[in-house]
C-alpha cells in the first residue's frame, strides 16, 4: 500500500468510512455535477450519530 | 483509445468517399501517411480534432469550409453537400463509432451557404453487437482523452513549440487534464463536496450552537471570507505578471528587430544570461556558506574549553589520578566476591581488618568512567580543532567566491545599465520609447512580484487563524447533545476533506515526479543534449544544464522543444499505464492506459541526428503512432530508421489543375512508385487516399 494514503489509513473508523463511502460516490457520480453535497451530508449524517 | 479505421466523405481536400484508412497496432504500430505540402496532411490531422473535439489546429485555415470544393461545383443548385468523417476506435474492450458532419446548400454556380453544424454522433457495441448511442459524447470523448490534452496527441510537429511553451492558462488546463486522465479528480471532487458539506453541517451547528460557538463560527466565516478575497488578487497578480513577461518579451523582441540596436539587444541578452548564472553560482555559495557553519561552525568556540579541558586534565595527571591506577570495579569485585587475589579471606566477619583495609582503596580507586571519558573527550576535542583550520578554509574561499561572484554581478548590472542608458537615451524616438516602456515593465514585474509574495504570506497568516478557530469550535463542548452531534459532524467533515487533501496532494506530488522521471528518460533516449527537463509544481517543463553544481535553464532549440514534447507524450502515456495498473492501492486511476498519437510532420525542425533517433524510439512513444510525412521529411535516415516499425502506410495522393507541373512527383514505397502529386484531369484540386502496399 502507497505511503501517500497513511493519512486516510490512520484516520478513526468513522471518518475512514465516510471517506471511502464518498470517493465510492465520486466515483460513480464523475460526470453529476449537482445535487452531490447533499448526498455527502447524508454520509455524514448516516455515520455520526 | 485504439484506433481502429478513419474515413472521410467530401472533407476539404478529399472528394467523395475515401477508403477506410486502417490504423496499424500491435508490434508494428506506426501508420505512416505520405504527402506533399497542400496534400491533405494539416485536414487529416484536423479531421481527428473536429471529429473529437471539434477544434481545429492553428495551421487549418478557413476552419468552417470543410465541404470539398470539387463536389459543390458538380452538385445541382440548392441540393446540399455532406462533408463528414467518420471514426472507429475500441476503448476498453469496446468498439465506438463516432461521425461529425458538416454541411453546404449549393446557391448558385459560384456561391454556397453553410448549415449549422451537427453534433458529433457516438455509438458503441453492445454487448450483443447491436450499436446503441452514447447521449453524453462530449463528456464520453472527455473521460476517454480529455479535450484539455488532446493537444498533446494530435499536434503539428512544426508548431509544437506551443505545446511545451504554455501560457499560464494553459499549464493550469494541463494540470487538471492530466490529473483527470490519470483519476485523480475523483479526490479534488471529494474535497470540494466535503468542505461544501461542511459548510452546510456548520449552518446546521450555527442555528442551534450557544453563544461561544456562534461567535467562534462568525470569526472563522470572516476569515474564510478574507482568505477568499486574498487567494482571487493573488489569481490576478499572477495573471497581470505572466501579462507584464509577455509584453516585456515583446518589447524585447522589437528592439532585437530594430536595426541598429540589434547588436546592443544581444549583447544585453548574453548579459541578462550571465547575471543569470552568476546569480546562481552565488546561491549555490551561500548555501556553501550555510552548511559549513551550521556543521563546523561551533567548533570555533570551543577553543577556550579545548584549553581548560586540558589544563584540568594535565594536573589530574600531575596528581596520579589519571591513567587510574587500580579501577573502582576491580576492587568492588574483590569485596564482593570476599577474596583477595592473594588468597585471603576479605568476609566481614571473620577478616574484619582485612576487608576494611581493601574497602580503603575504595575512596582511592579512580572510576573507569571517568577515565574512558576523559579518553574520548579527548579524542572529540582533537577532532573538533581540527576542523578549525578546515572550516576557516572553506569560509574563506567561499567568502573570497561570493565576493567575486558579488563583483561580477555589480559589472554585468553596471554594463546591463549603460546598455539601458544609450537605448534610452537614443536620439531615434522608436528606441528610447520602446526602451522606457522595457524599464517600466521591469519595474512593474519586480513589484507585482514583491506583492505576489506579500498576498502568499497574508493567505497563509489567514489559514493559520482559520485552523485555530476550527480547533476552538471542535474542542468546544455545547449544553446540549443535538449540539455536541451537529458538532461532531462537522468535525467529521474537516477531518475526512483534511485526509483526503493531504492525499490529494501526495499522489499529486508523486505523479509529477514520475512524469519528470519518465520525460527524462525519453529525452534521454532519443535527444542528444545532456539536458535534464524539469517539470515544476505549475506544470511547467523546462531544461536544465546540470554539468556544473547548479543547474541552470537553458534556452531550448526548436528541435529539443520538439523532442521534449514528444518525450512529454512517452512520458506520460508510460505514467497512466503504470498509474492504470496500480489503481487498486491508488483510490483513483484511469479505466485504460492505451493512447495514440496523430502527428503532422513530427520531424519538423529536427537535425539529421534528432530525426533518426525519434524514429527509432516512435514506436515507444505510444501504443499507436501516426505520423504524416512529405517526401523531404521521409528521407534515408528516417525511412531506414523506421523499418519493421510500419504496419500500414497510405500516400495522399494530390491532384492538381495546375498546367506548371512538369513531371509528376512520386515516391518509392516498399518497391513501388506512387504519385504524391500528378495532374487533375479537371479544373479542381483533390486529394485520393492510396494504400500502399507492405510486402
Known amino acids: 500500500m502507497a505511503d501517500e494514503l497513511k493519512p486516510i489509513k490512520d484516520a478513526p473508523e468513522q471518518i475512514r468510512n465516510i471517506i471511502t463511502k464518498v470517493i465510492d460516490h465520486e466515483k460513480r457520480n464523475i460526470n453529476v455535477r449537482r445535487g452531490i453535497k447533499d448526498d455527502v451530508i447524508d454520509i455524514i449524517k448516516k455515520e455520526i450519530q | 483509445m485504439k484506433l481502429v479505421s478513419l474515413q472521410m466523405c467530401n472533407f476539404r481536400q478529399f472528394y467523395g468517399e475515401t477508403p477506410l484508412i486502417r490504423f496499424a497496432t500491435d508490434n508494428q504500430n506506426v501508420t505512416v501517411i505520405h504527402a506533399e505540402n497542400g496534400a491533405g496532411k494539416t485536414a487529416l490531422l484536423n479531421a481527428f480534432t473536429w471529429l473529437l473535439y471539434d477544434s481545429h489546429t492553428k495551421g487549418f485555415g478557413s476552419p468552417e469550409e470543410k465541404v470539398n470544393k470539387r463536389a459543390l461545383a458538380e452538385a445541382d443548385i440548392g441540393s446540399t453537400v455532406e462533408a463528414w468523417v467518420k471514426l472507429s476506435f475500441e476503448h476498453n474492450g469496446t468498439l465506438y463509432e463516432i461521425r461529425r458532419q458538416s454541411d453546404a446548400i449549393k446557391v448558385s454556380d459560384t456561391e454556397w451557404s453553410l448549415k449549422p453544424e451537427r453534433s458529433a454522433q457516438l455509438l458503441y457495441a453492445g454487448e450483443d453487437g447491436q450499436w446503441l448511442p452514447e447521449e453524453k459524447v462530449t463528456e464520453a470523448i472527455g473521460r476517454i482523452l480529455p479535450k484539455d490534452l488532446h493537444t498533446y496527441f494530435f499536434f503539428d510537429g512544426e508548431r509544437i513549440e506551443r505545446i511545451v511553451m504554455p501560457t499560464k492558462k494553459e499549464k493550469a488546463?494541463?494540470?487538471?487534464?492530466?490529473?483527470?486522465?490519470?483519476?485523480?479528480?475523483?479526490?479534488?471532487?471529494?474535497?470540494?463536496?466535503?468542505?461544501?458539506?461542511?459548510?452546510?453541517?456548520?449552518?446546521?451547528?450555527?442555528?442551534?450552537?450557544?453563544?461561544?460557538?456562534?461567535?467562534?463560527?462568525?470569526?472563522?466565516?470572516?476569515?474564510?471570507?478574507?482568505?477568499?478575497?486574498?487567494?482571487?488578487?493573488?489569481?490576478?497578480?499572477?495573471?497581470?505578471?505572466?501579462?507584464?513577461?509577455?509584453?516585456?518579451?515583446?518589447?524585447?523582441?522589437r528592439l532585437r528587430a530594430l536595426e541598429g540596436v540589434q547588436d546592443l539587444q544581444k549583447r544585453r541578452d548574453q548579459l541578462n544570461d550571465d547575471l543569470d548564472a552568476r546569480k546562481a553560482s552565488l546561491g549555490q555559495t551561500q548555501e556553501k556558506l550555510k552548511q559549513a557553519i551550521a556543521k563546523d561552525g561551533f567548533a570555533v568556540f570551543v577553543e577556550d574549553v579545548a584549553d581548560d579541558f586540558r589544563e584540568l586534565i594535565e594536573s589530574l595527571r600531575k596528581k596520579g589520578e589519571l591513567p587510574v591506577g587500580?579501577?573502582?570495579?576491580?576492587?568492588?569485585?574483590?569485596?564482593?566476591?570476599?577474596?583477595?587475589?592473594?588468597?585471603?579471606?576479605?568476609?566481614?566477619?571473620?577478616?574484619?581488618?582485612?576487608?576494611?583495609?581493601?574497602?580503603?582503596?575504595?575512596?582511592?580507586?579512580?572510576?573507569?568512567?571517568?577515565?574512558?571519558?576523559?579518553?574520548?573527550?579527548?579524542?572529540?576535542?582533537?577532532?573538533?580543532?581540527?576542523?578549525?583550520?578546515?572550516?576557516?578554509?572553506?569560509?574563506?574561499?567561499?567568502?573570497?567566491?561570493?565576493?567575486?561572484?558579488?563583483?561580477?554581478?555589480?559589472?554585468?548590472?553596471?554594463?546591463?545599465d549603460d546598455i539601458k542608458k544609450k537605448l534610452e537615451g537614443s536620439p531615434r524616438e522608436e528606441v528610447s520609447s520602446l526602451q522606457s516602456r522595457l524599464s517600466k515593465l521591469e519595474e512593474d514585474i519586480t513589484q507585482t512580484n514583491k506583492d505576489i509574495g506579500a498576498t502568499d504570506v497574508n493567505i497563509k497568516g489567514v489559514s493559520a487563524e482559520i485552523a485555530e478557530l476550527q480547533e476552538k469550535i471542535a474542542k468546544h463542548k455545547g449544553l446540549e447533545d443535538q449540539q455536541n452531534l451537529a458538532n461532531r459532524r462537522v468535525n467529521a467533515a474537516v477531518d475526512a476533506r483534511d485526509r483526503i487533501k493531504q492525499v490529494y496532494e501526495n499522489l499529486n506530488e508523486r505523479l509529477r515526479k514520475k512524469l519528470e522521471e519518465s520525460i527524462n528518460k525519453y529525452f534521454h533516449q532519443i535527444s542528444v543534449s545532456p539536458y535534464v527537463a524539469k517539470l515544476d509544481s505549475a506544470y511547467s517543463l523546462e531544461l536544465f544544464d546540470e554539468s556544473i553544481n547548479v543547474p541552470i535553464p537553458v534556452a531550448r532549440s526548436q528541435g529539443e522543444s520538439q523532442v521534449l514534447c514528444l518525450s512529454f507524450i512517452a512520458g506520460f502515456v508510460d505514467l497512466a499505464r503504470e498509474w492504470s495498473a496500480q489503481r487498486g492501492e491508488n483510490l483513483a486511476g484511469p479505466d485504460s492506459a492505451e493512447y495514440p498519437i496523430v502527428m503532422d510532420s513530427p520531424f519538423g525542425a529536427l537535425d539529421t541526428t534528432n530525426r533518426r533517433h525519434v524514429t527509432e524510439h516512435i514506436n515507444r512513444v505510444a501504443d499507436q503512432v501516426v505520423m504524416m510525412v512529405s517526401s523531404t521529411q521521409w528521407r534515408g535516415e528516417v525511412s531506414g530508421a523506421s523499418a519493421g516499425k510500419v504496419g500500414k502506410s497510405y500516400v495522399l495522393s494530390y491532384h492538381t489543375p495546375n498546367d506548371d507541373l512538369d513531371d509528376k512527383v512520386s515516391v518509392d514505397l516498399n518497391g513501388q512508385m506512387y504519385d504524391l502529386v500528378r495532374k487533375s484531369p479537371n479544373e479542381f484540386e483533390y486529394t485520393e487516399v492510396i494504400e500502399v502496399e507492405h510486402g
Not at chain 2, 494540470?175 to 486522465?181: D, G, I, Q
Not at chain 2, 571473620?350 to 576523559?374: F, I, L, N, T
Request: net charge negative.
Open chain 2, 173 to 253: 488546463d494541463l494540470a487538471a487534464a492530466t490529473k483527470k486522465l490519470l483519476g485523480v479528480e475523483v479526490l479534488d471532487r471529494a474535497i470540494t463536496h466535503l468542505n461544501d458539506a461542511r459548510g452546510a453541517l456548520e449552518k446546521e451547528l450555527k442555528r442551534i450552537g450557544d453563544p461561544e460557538t456562534l461567535l467562534l463560527l462568525d470569526q472563522k466565516e470572516a476569515k474564510e471570507s478574507e482568505q477568499e478575497d486574498l487567494e482571487s488578487e493573488l489569481d490576478q497578480l499572477q495573471t497581470n505578471v505572466d501579462g507584464l513577461i509577455e509584453s516585456k518579451t515583446e518589447v524585447e523582441n
Open chain 2, 326 to 416: 587500580i579501577k573502582k570495579r576491580f576492587v568492588q569485585d574483590i569485596l564482593d566476591q570476599a577474596s583477595c587475589i592473594c588468597g585471603r579471606p576479605l568476609d566481614a566477619e571473620d577478616a574484619p581488618a582485612a576487608r576494611a583495609a581493601v574497602e580503603a582503596w575504595m575512596q582511592k580507586a579512580g572510576s573507569d568512567d571517568v577515565e574512558k571519558a576523559a579518553n574520548e573527550m579527548g579524542i572529540l576535542i582533537d577532532s573538533m580543532q581540527e576542523k578549525v583550520p578546515t572550516f576557516w578554509d572553506t569560509i574563506s574561499n567561499a567568502q573570497s567566491k561570493e565576493g567575486t561572484d558579488r563583483t561580477e554581478i555589480s559589472e554585468i548590472e553596471g554594463e546591463l
